[in-house]
């Protein structure tokens, strides 16, 4: 990946004295999903930069990542707090006491908090909700009507937060595009910014999911947590590292490995992200699909395919790359893939794991490219098949692509990944006017508050209204 450093500026700011605010919307603890650790990781970098920075979440974080008390001296430190349930107030009195916020779009309420604040609002675009909640929502069963409310309130919420951010990050040049659409239509793209900024990179830029520096090799056999725990000693292991969305096409996978196990039957798969580590979060039909196809092929019962119920801790996770041969990842075709960075991917480079993956979306193509992965059409079975042939029969191939990913994973650690954010806070610190930000309309504001009413009525009764309303009265 090029980098997104833009010639002329310098690449990595003194961020010392500045007071930054990282919001995570999930629990930052031992199991944790992409936002949460997208979070961490970029409070880290900014405090590795000199900045004063607290990560808040729902819940106090947990930020000790460090696997030795030697890694966890030399870390950068955090100050940390938990904001509950989100209201104006609550996030409103965090930013205050701040020189710059970085989160990702709120609830509208919570974003007009922000708004009245004295810092400067740096939102991260990097998961485009809407977009997702339309794959999502595609095949899941349930009232029409709620869909349709849950899609419009996402939309307002990405709307007010284009609205009235000061600049805004997201994950990969194809996602800019994307939104420099939605900020000129918002009004944002002006006559001053050919002068000021020709490319606007001080308005939007690039920031990538990264990686950490290369982890400890499995130090004997039996240290890692794959063979001879959940498969046998001599499998070929596929592993499936990240979680099982509906725009995500785990039957395929399942489908295929029971082909391809005709021929090659030490092939096994793994699924780490089989549940969620939100406990709000309801399985998706992707993933019961899944388990019921792999039921009926006879691959539960025979211990070719492994789900682990419980979410792998981050910390953890490198007893499962390291002891797996390959790693998986398919996704149906569509706009969430065009949109999409298939964060877990990343993953698979930092423990130099060869790849299978559905082509499309912009991680694929530069793993491909490598020479990291192979990449399969959408819903193309027998490519799927014929590429796990070729992975379980030469071992050669598999040493190949292991050294092109660990390769390629020097282009995206963090601290590379992280500069534009770093220069963007830095640029936004020094400003020092009051920022003057436009407000809702009121018919959206009152359009949106209807949506949040209509949506938790719907979806857990009229009764959770009141422990809604005491909550954030409490903040």
């Not at 981050?314 to 390959?326: I, K, P, V």
């Not at 796990?388 to 029969?393: P, Q, T, V």
Request: proline content about 5%; overall charge neutral; hydrophobic content about 45%.
């Amino acid at each position: 990946m090029a980098d997104t450093a833009v010639a002329g500026r310098a690449t990595s700011p003194s961020l010392a004295g500045v007071r930054v605010l990282v919001v995570s919307n999930e629990r930052v603890a031992a199991r944790m999903a992409g936002p949460a650790i997208r979070a961490l990781q970029l409070a880290r970098q900014l405090a590795a930069r000199g900045a004063a920075v607290t990560l808040a979440a729902p819940e106090l974080p947990e930020i000790e990542m460090g696997d030795d008390d030697q890694a966890r001296a030399s870390e950068p430190r955090l100050e940390r707090a938990a904001f509950g349930t989100p209201s104006a107030r609550s996030f409103r009195a965090l930013a205050d006491a701040h020189d710059v916020v970085v989160c990702q779009p709120q609830r509208m309420d919570v974003l007009r908090g922000l708004a009245k604040s004295r810092a400067r609002l740096v939102f991260d675009l990097y998961v485009p909700s809407f977009v997702e909640r339309i794959a999502q929502l595609a095949t899941e069963p349930g009232d029409e009507r709620v869909r349709r409310q849950l899609l419009e309130r996402d939309r307002l919420e990405y709307a007010h937060a284009v609205a009235i951010g000061d600049a805004f990050v997201c994950a990969s040049e194809r996602q800019r595009d994307h939104w420099l659409g939605a900020l000129g239509q918002a009004g944002r793209l002006d006559l001053e910014l050919p002068v000021r900024d020709p490319d606007a990179r001080s308005l939007l830029d690039v920031v990538a999911f990264g990686v950490d520096a290369p982890p400890t090799p499995l130090a004997a056999a039996g240290e890692g947590a794959v063979r001879g725990r959940l498969v046998p000693d001599d499998a070929v292991v596929l592993l499936w590292t990240g979680g099982l969305w509906n725009w995500l096409d785990p039957v395929l996978v399942v489908e295929a490995l029971a082909a391809a196990r005709e021929t090659e039957p030490r092939l096994h798969l793994v699924v780490m992200g089989f549940k969620h580590p939100e406990e709000h979060w309801q399985e998706q039909e992707a993933s019961r699909r899944m388990r019921e196809r792999a039921g009926e092929l006879g691959l539960l019962d025979s211990g070719a395919v492994v789900l682990c119920d419980e979410w792998v801790p981050y910390a953890e996770r490198g007893r499962f790359l390291l002891d797996a041969d390959t790693a998986v990842s398919a996704h149906h075709e569509g706009l969430e893939t065009r949109l999409s960075y298939r964060t877990r991917l990343l993953d698979h480079l930092w423990a130099g794991l060869p790849s299978i993956v559905t082509s499309g979306d912009d991680l694929a193509r530069e793993l491909d490219a490598a020479g990291a992965a192979i990449s399969v059409a959408p819903g193309d079975v027998a490519g799927w098949v014929e590429a796990m042939r070729r992975i379980a029969s030469d071992p050669d191939l598999r040493e190949q692509m292991s050294t092109a990913a660990a390769t390629l994973a020097k282009q995206h650690r963090w601290e590379r990944t992280s500069e534009p954010l770093a220069r963007i806070v830095a640029e936004q610190a020094a400003r020092v006017a009051s920022p003057a930000r436009r407000d809702a309309s009121l018919a959206a504001r009152l359009r949106y508050a209807w949506l949040l009413v209509r949506v938790r009525v719907r979806t857990k009764g009229l009764g959770s209204l009141g422990a809604a309303v005491r909550g954030a009265r409490s903040r």
